[in-house]
């Protein structure tokens, strides 16, 4: 089984950076469906960030711009970047590989807080 392990949250102002990481670990890992999803207190969780199956990228628009999705194959590590934060961007931030079949590969962890203030 792939373990997989947030880190990189945080409290910032907006108009800020922050850069989060996800550690995975275990079973042999593949990137594609990788991807960054958050939930704000009271929403859906929702996706982000993702390297899709076909290899290319996918943001969420209200991300679009501002943050970046990155991997590090040595390290089998993926990444987050997140620029020009606003208060919205407020959620907790998992990362999670989704499957051809629509599941993932791994229960959910605890995820990274990332808190924006105005």
């Known amino acids: 089984q792939v373990q997989l392990v947030e880190s990189g949250g945080g409290l910032v102002q907006a108009g800020g950076s922050l850069r989060l990481s996800c550690a995975a670990s275990g079973s042999i890992f593949s990137f594609n469906g990788m991807g960054w999803y958050r939930q704000a207190p009271g929403k859906q969780r929702e996706l982000v960030a993702t390297?899709?199956?076909?290899?290319?990228?996918y943001y969420v628009d209200s991300v679009k711009g501002r943050f970046t999705i990155s991997r590090d194959n040595a390290k089998n590590t993926v990444y987050l970047q997140m620029n020009s934060l606003k208060p919205e961007d407020t959620a907790v931030y998992y990362c999670n590989r989704r499957l051809s079949d629509g599941t993932m590969v791994s229960p959910w962890g605890q995820g990274t807080q990332v808190t924006v203030s105005s």
């Open positions: 390297f899709t199956n076909g290899g290319s990228l």
